[in-house]
């Protein structure tokens, strides 16, 4: 997600076409109006469409308005899209879902800034940047047929693609921070309990950070203000702690080992998450740094795995922690 923020302050200050690629709920609207707030266009108009559902003609009128009278039902005139973001960004969302005809339009718009609303052969000029998110390969669009490859290659001047969430599980405590503080934004942010913690990280999200926003909502509701419990989370993801194989007595083992076991891949995830700061993840695990270092120590974690720079982690007790 750092190499994302670095392309939002880089491509922010281009004017050209940005495409965002990404599974849904990944947050390629935030990108989007990220990237607008930080270019020289910010003072002007961010209008979002999404393109799912729309006929051709719709879409058309969505885009580029009609003049009265232009059909049936057209009592008054109408700016489409394109006119409201004049100096602005127009974000067009799943624009893989977009039905050929309106493709070639759009394509005429981004090259010549010119296009005739429904209904008047009188042509409007618009300056606009166009910002694109799409959930799909448009590359196997192109091949399929179903996307103009010339279109793709104007929208794809520059491009990123958008990490799901579970591959990258060290950023759940810092968008579960930021929910919290969110929807409790006048009161204190609720304690979370290790088994909901272990839920949260097993959980593949295929929702992405939309539905990691829905759960912790969810939750905080639940909870009443309380400690958030494994039971306030949503059923799915709290099975996500329970294991899904039958247990035999051959694959079950004594129950301190287990536990050792358990409480070291646990503080190994606080550090991970923490980029190897132990002050912050003993915070999260609700025990002492001292505390931590003995069972770091004890379990033979070493910092250097976690990302903590070598001249911290000399300053670390003994025995290689």
């Known amino acids: 997600m750092l190499q994302v923020f670095d392309l939002i302050g880089i491509f922010g200050r281009s004017d050209e076409p940005v495409l965002i690629c990404g599974e849904s709920g990944t947050g390629k609207e935030l990108v989007a109006r990220a990237l607008h707030d930080c270019s020289r266009r910010s003072r002007g108009p961010f209008v979002a469409m999404n393109c799912v559902g729309f006929p051709d003609t719709m879409l058309e009128d969505e885009l580029f308005g009609h003049e009265r009278g232009a059909f049936t039902g057209a009592i008054r005139r109408r700016d489409g899209r394109f006119r409201a973001a004049h100096r602005g960004a127009l974000f067009l969302d799943e624009v893989c879902e977009m039905p050929l005809p309106a493709q070639a ?3 005429r718009v981004i090259e010549t800034g010119a296009f005739e609303p429904i209904g008047t052969n009188q042509t409007v000029r618009v300056d606009v940047r166009i910002i694109s998110a799409t959930n799909r390969d448009l590359a196997d669009l192109v091949v399929k047929g179903h996307f103009r490859e010339d279109l793709y290659y104007r929208l794809k001047v ?5 990490p799901p969430l579970r591959s990258r599980p060290e950023d759940l405590p810092s968008l579960v921070e930021h929910f919290l503080h969110t929807i409790l934004p006048q009161s204190p942010l609720p304690a979370i309990s290790a088994r909901a913690w ?3 990280y097993a959980y593949p999200f295929p929702g992405n950070v939309r539905e990691l ?5 969810r939750a905080v509701v639940l909870s009443r203000g309380g400690t958030i419990e494994l039971e306030h989370l949503a059923p799915e993801v709290a099975a996500a702690s329970v294991p899904c194989r039958p247990e035999t007595a051959q694959t079950l083992g004594r129950l301190s080992e287990a536990v050792q076991a358990f409480e070291r891949e646990y503080i190994a995830r606080a550090l991970r998450a923490t980029g190897g700061h132990r002050h912050r993840a003993a915070d999260m695990l609700g025990i002492s740094r001292k505390t931590l270092w003995e069972k770091m120590r004890s379990y033979g ?3 250097l795995e976690f990302g903590l ?3 911290r982690a000399a300053r670390l007790p003994e025995a290689g922690v």
Not at 213 to 217: G, L, S
Request: net charge neutral; aromatic share 0%; no cysteine.
């Open 105 to 107: 339009k759009l394509l």
């Open 158 to 162: 520059l491009d990123m693609v958008l």
């Open 198 to 200: 272990t839920a949260l």
């Open 213 to 217: 926003e829905h759960v912790i909502k």
């Open 301 to 303: 974690i070493r910092p």
């Open 309 to 311: 720079a070598p001249e």
